[in-house]
Each structure stands twice: as C-alpha cells, then as structure tokens.
C-alpha cells in the first residue's frame, strides 16, 4: 500500500517539465516567488520580536516624556522596527498577488496546451479505440479534471518549496527555545496529513468508478439540449423520463459523496484537534517561560507567532503533499491517455507493384473485438479501374464493414486486401486516403459554412471557393446552395448566430459534394449516399456520378434497386459472406436472393 502511495508521485516531475516547456519565463516567475514567499514570514516574526523588545526598553526608560520626546529619543528603534514590518507585510502582499496573476496566466496556457495533447493523441487513435469504452472512458477521464492538474500540481510542489524554507527559518528561530517545541510543531500535523491521503484515494477511486455513469449523464444533457434531438424528445414526449433518469444517476453518485464528504470531514476535524491542543499546549510553557524570566516578552510574542505560524504553515504543508498524491492519481488517467500503445501505420508507400489492378480482397475476414462471431468471411472480390461495384444485403450483412476495411479503418483480421497489386498495410496512409473519397450513411454535419462543410473532403483544398463551387455542381448542391443568404459562406446548423438548418436531402448533397472534392481519388465510395432524395434526385445524381466516374473504381450501397442495377457487378451479402455475384440481368436470371429482394421491390411500385 505504501509503495502504491509512493510510486503514484512519479507524475510530478512529468508536470514540471510540461509547465517548463508551456512557459520557461513564467516557471522561473513561479519558482521565485515561492522562494521569496517561503523567507518573508520568519523574517515579519523576527521584526515582531525586536518591535516588542523595543518597546519593552523604551518603557523603561521613557516614563513620563512627551509623545513627541519618546517617538524622537528612546522610541526611535521601535519606530524603524514598525516600519521595517510594514515594508516586509507589503512585499508579502505583492509577493502573493504576483503569484496569483503568474498562476492564473500559467492555468489558461497549460490548460490549452494539455488540451491539444489530448486532441492530438485522439488523432493518432483508429476507429476501433473510438469504440473501445474503457479507452473512451480514459479519454473523458483525462479530459475532465487533467487540464487543470498540472498545473496545481506543480503549484503544490513551489508551495512545498516555499512551505519548506519558511519551516527551516521558523525552526531556526523556536530551536533556540527548545528542541522539544520543534517535534511538537512536526508531529501534530501528522495524522491529518495521513487521513487527508487515506480520503483522497478514496475520491480518485470513486471518481474512476463512475465514469461510465457521468458520461451517460453528459449524454442525457446532449439529448435533453439539443436540436438534432429535440423533435423526437418533444413529440414522444420523452423529457420528463429521461430527466428522471438523469436525477437517479445524480442521486446514486451523490449518495458516495455525501458518504465520503461527512467522513472525510468528521475525521478531518477530530484530529485537527490535535493541533490544537499541542499548540495551547505550547502557548503556556511559552508563556511560563516568559513569566519565569527565561525568555524576553518580546521573544515569548516572537516564539508564539513562529509556534502558531510555523503549525498552520506544516499543516499546509502536508496538506498539499495530499493535494499533491491526490493530483498524481488524476494526471495517472492523463498520461496513462496519452501512453496509449497506438499500432504506428508504417506503410511509405506511394505506388503499387501492378498499377492498375485496381482493388483486390482475398480471403478477407474481420472480427469485432468481444465479438463472438465474424462480422465477414472469406471475402474474395476484385474491382478494376473504370468498373462500378454494388453491395447489397440486408442491415448488419457486413456492407458497411467491407467500405471500413477497403479504407483501412480497420485491418483485417484474416486474409489481406491490395490496391494495385500491394497490400493496404504497405501503403502511406496519407498516399492511400487521397486515392478515396468517401460518402458514410453517417456522414458529418459540421457546424460550419456551406463552404468549409465541402471543403472538409479535401483539407489542401479547404477555403478554396472555386473548388467548393465545382464539387456543389457535381454533387447538385449548386442551385440550393445559390439560393442561401450568403450562399457558400452560410452559417450551417443552429450551434451559433445566424446559422440555417437543411433538410436531409440537402445535407446528402453537401455530403456527396464533399467526397468530389477529391478530384485526384480513382476510388469513390458511396455508402446509401442518396437515402433520403427523391427518386428524380437519386437518378439524376447517379447517371451524373457514372459519366463522371468512367475511368474510376466505385462502390455503391444502396437498398434501391433502381440504382444498383447500373452496377457492372452486384455482390450479394448475407452473415457476413457473399451469397451471389454478378450483372443485374444475371443475378435476376439466377432466380435467387438478389431476384426475390427485386421482385419485392418492384411489386412496391405496382
């Protein structure tokens, strides 16, 4: 268990060095602040004791002169004493304010860089981490409280330094009243330091425990508060069951920190009593010293003020070493985050072994993780350049894992896949993704412009307005988009001012717009990219997207059969495996699947 406390520390030194590269000048600033800090109050209580000592002589011989005699004769010393004091008391002040402002502008910089931290790792993560909800729930845990962590760690660390030297010159001073005094002042502190650490893994583990149940929070905040789901919420009049359940997780995790509060507090004040008996304790052998004639009435000020200060200032002491073990525990779920073992994409190359063979999957097959059974197998299919493939089955077939794999989204699990002759693994990532433009079901709805939304499909193309009006006409987005207040530099969504919401319809176009910003991709794929346009729309679109395409490889899923039928080839999934494969005319010639899911179909148009 002590090694366990022990080893957690081991953070610390990685937080200094991440506020000394956020900001060297304002480390520096920190480090000499706290020195100077830790140095004032031995000095404030030492000028108090030359003060009293001060007026205790000018008492004795100044009975009976005028203020103005006393304040000009016997009083003096005292007088510069007092002034002394003042100046001390200032720099105290200004010493602790320019803390405060050095703090606070090293907080918005480390939380912003900490931030891109996070940011850049979750861009480093593949699509199966993003579906992994323990690596999901490292990822909140490190994004809510680790931002502001570091910081208040290396915080706690300056103010153990400056705690530190205020303690050596506090000791130096009540050492020579007793040796005695200075085990007391060590030793009271003690146990509220030991149950301060007891409690504070106790909140790291709750903490840690219920992340699952605070993202479910936050995503009941997301339902109950935003557009995208407010039409469904209202109308089946969903608000007051999910709130409901919103309230009973509230109340299950307030009850374990109502528990851990009233006992962290209960013990808490039971052995802060301690300290306040050893410190009375002091106060009157202190004070029997000073009536005995032991010690001056000014040493006897000067010991009690060191006594009293050098107790709170221990206690702070340990209690940000606490505060310290209780920040080591947090910033575990940040690096442990940023640690992440990420399988690095090694591939560099740009070109095939066989150009133009276009894209080959043999014996393809790929398992979920936890998954009992294969989402596919045994996937053997290869589509030339210039050559038009479908896919079609029923939802959960394994279409939509298939488009994953072509785009290495994810690696297969058996078999491989190759693009001109050299397996996706081989290739540069970068070199791969350029050769793919790509229209999900799930597609993106950025809350951005019209523009920047198609952009997106080509970020070395990003605010190039000629392009993004290119790839509209091709998506036929063009005659809508003219028709918005600012046309391409139309806010999108309703997040901020002035944004405009679109119909599904439009929003597919902005999608398939997007995937043509890619004029340099041999491979489009389109993943029911037209679900929710007229049939009018659908046809135009796809006798466009044909002649525009003569020479590129395409993969088509869709549920109209209207549109696949334009296919060279029709593969036909079911389980997780090709069932059948061919034409249009052969497919329905063979009297099977494909031709008793047409069949019915077309009897819906009858």
């Known amino acids: 268990m002590l090694a366990e406390k022990i080893g957690v520390f081991r953070y610390g030194g990685r937080a200094i060095r991440l506020v000394w590269l956020t900001s060297r000048g304002l480390a520096v600033a920190l ?49 510069y004493y007092v002034a002394l004091e003042a100046l001390l008391v200032a720099l105290i002040a200004a010493n602790q304010r320019a803390l405060s402002v050095v703090s606070s502008l090293l907080r918005a910089l480390l939380g912003q860089r900490v931030n891109v931290m996070i940011l850049d790792k979750a861009m480093e993560l593949s699509l199966p981490h993003f579906e992994d909800s323990e690596l999901y729930d490292r990822m909140t845990r490190a994004r809510r409280e680790a931002s502001s962590r570091p910081l208040s760690l290396v915080m706690k660390t300056f103010g153990l330094v400056q705690a530190g030297i205020a303690l050596i010159s506090f000791g130096g001073l009540l050492l020579a009243f007793s040796g005695l005094a200075v085990l007391i002042l060590a030793l009271a502190a003690v146990p509220a330091f030991l149950v301060e650490t007891r409690f504070s893994g106790e909140a790291f583990r709750l903490f840690k425990w219920r992340t699952p149940e605070t993202r479910q929070q936050m995503y009941l905040e997301t339902v109950l508060a935003r557009e995208d789901f407010a039409k469904e919420v209202q109308l089946y009049g969903l608000g007051p069951r999910l709130l409901s359940r919103y309230q009973e ?21 039971v052995l802060g009593l301690l300290s306040t008996l050893s410190f009375y304790g002091a106060y009157a052998w202190i004070a029997l010293s000073a009536m005995g004639g032991r010690i001056s009435l000014g040493e006897m000020t000067m010991y009690l003020l060191v006594f009293k200060q050098g107790q709170s200032t221990l206690a702070s002491a340990l209690t940000a070493l606490g505060g310290m073990y209780d920040d080591n525990l947090y910033l575990s779920n940040l690096y442990g985050f940023l640690d992440e073992t990420v399988a690095p994409q090694s591939g560099t190359a740009t070109v095939g072994d066989q150009p133009g063979d276009g894209i080959r999957f043999e014996g393809v097959g790929f398992t979920y993780p936890d998954a009992e059974r294969p989402a596919v197998s045994d996937i053997d299919l290869h589509l030339r350049p210039g050559q038009k493939m479908a896919l079609v089955g029923e939802n959960g077939s394994g279409k939509t894992t298939l488009i994953k794999l072509m785009t290495r989204l994810y690696e297969p699990t058996q078999g491989r896949i190759t693009l001109d002759g050299l397996e996706l693994s081989a290739w540069d990532p970068t070199a791969l993704r350029a050769r793919i433009g790509v229209i999900f079901q799930d597609f993106a709805r950025y809350q951005m412009t019209v523009g920047e939304n198609i952009g997106a499909g080509d970020v070395r193309a990003f605010d190039d307005a000629a392009r993004w009006k290119a790839a509209a006409e091709k998506g036929l987005a063009d005659p809508f988009i003219t028709e918005l207040p600012q046309a391409y530099e139309t806010q999108l969504g309703r997040w901020f001012k002035g944004g405009r919401e679109l119909s599904i319809g439009q929003w597919q176009k902005i999608a398939l717009s997007r995937a043509f910003m890619r004029t340099q991709a041999d491979i489009l794929v389109l993943d029911e990219p037209t679900a929710s346009m007229d049939a009018a729309a659908e046809m135009q679109i796809f006798e466009r997207f044909r002649a525009m395409t003569q020479d590129q490889m395409a993969v088509l899923i869709s549920h109209r059969f209207s549109t696949v039928r334009m296919a060279d080839q029709i593969v036909v999934l079911g389980g997780g495996r090709i069932l059948e494969r061919g034409s249009h005319s052969e497919l329905v010639a063979q009297s099977g699947h494909y031709a008793h899911l047409f069949s019915l179909q077309a009897a819906g148009y009858q």
């Open 31 to 79: 480090f000499v602040l706290s020195l100077v800090g830790g140095v004032l109050p031995a000095a404030v209580a030492w000028v108090g004791k030359l003060i009293v000592d001060a007026v205790v002589d000018a008492m004795a011989r100044g009975s009976g002169l005028s203020l103005s005699e006393v304040a000009l004769g016997v009083g003096r010393p005292a007088l």
């Open 249 to 269: 997780i509230f109340e299950t995790l307030f009850a374990e920190d109502r528990k851990l509060t009233l006992r962290r507090g209960g013990w808490g004040y």
